[in-house]
């Protein structure tokens, strides 16, 4: 069906891929503001959290900041799972810089920590620990990476590490519970969606990687695509995709109003 697709509309790759390099993302502001505090907190040597709804582009973000990264003078450590609990999750972070996690919980932390230190003062290069889906983090992993934190974050920390999760994370971190680890935190940005004009260009933008230099989706398809998806880029592609899939049904030689609909009352983001 791809394949079909592809020759109807004369891609030369099919637009809206998650697999696109770094280069070739679309930079609106939402984006671009994500990127440079990512960069800023990793310059800092701080702890940031990186915020946005389901879609919104934080993962992505975080890809293109940790791309642009000399590998000489960075390790990035990422852990995408937080259902290994706070000892798989310590484990990750120690295996990542070469050593040999120990057996005992309770001297992972400091085992950790000494890792990511020597990894700075002994390789030159800076640990950037990035903690993915952070708002299913229990209160026991939000406390460890307080506990990570502690060996001087307030001056000269030898690594930065970020949070990044949806907006309840936000809303957990200022529960008392967490308040130490809250007031760590020097970098916070929640990744809005698109504006209209934006949704446009990002549309265009990915018709044009994909081969298409040409308007290919009206603007009243457009329009319908950015009110139905807030904006949002995941929500945006999968309109943008089953859009193409309904005009290209229809043997239509744009994506129009009718074929937004079509995509709309498919996908659901009505």
């Known amino acids: 069906m791809s394949s079909r697709l592809q020759a109807h509309w004369g891609f030369t790759r099919m637009p809206f891929d998650r697999s696109l390099a770094p280069s070739m993302l679309h930079r609106h502001d939402g984006h671009a503001e994500a990127v440079a505090r990512i960069g800023w907190c990793v310059e800092q040597h701080a702890l940031g959290v990186i915020t946005g709804e389901v879609g919104a582009g934080k993962t992505v973000a975080v890809r ?24 798989g999750m310590l484990h990750h972070v120690v295996s990542a810089l070469g050593q040999t996690p120990s057996f005992y919980t309770a001297t992972l932390v400091p085992q950790a920590a000494a890792a990511l230190a020597a990894e700075h003062a002994e390789r030159g290069r800076t640990p950037i620990v990035i903690f993915d889906e952070a ?47 809250d007031q760590r935190i020097t ?84």
């Open 187 to 270: 970098v916070r940005y929640a990744i809005p969606g698109m504006s209209a004009n934006e949704t446009g260009d990002y549309i265009t933008h990915h018709v044009k990687i994909a081969g298409r230099s040409d308007t290919l989706f009206s603007d009243d398809a457009i329009t319908l695509i950015h009110n139905a998806s807030r904006g949002y880029p995941r929500a945006v592609n999968n309109l943008a995709v089953n859009a193409l899939t309904a005009a290209f049904a229809r043997q239509a030689n744009i994506v129009d109003e009718k074929a937004a609909r079509i995509a709309i009352s498919e996908v659901g983001a009505d």
């Open 135 to 181: 708002h299913l983090l229990d209160n026991a992993q939000l406390e460890a990476v307080r506990m990570l934190t502690n060996h001087e974050m307030d001056s000269g920390a030898p690594f930065a590490a970020l949070l990044i999760g949806q907006p309840t994370l936000r809303q957990r971190l200022r529960l008392g519970v967490l308040a130490a680890l």
């Open 64 to 87: 293109a900041a940790t791309a642009a990264l000399e590998s000489s003078r960075h390790v990035v450590i990422y852990l995408p799972n937080p259902s290994v609990g706070v000892r």
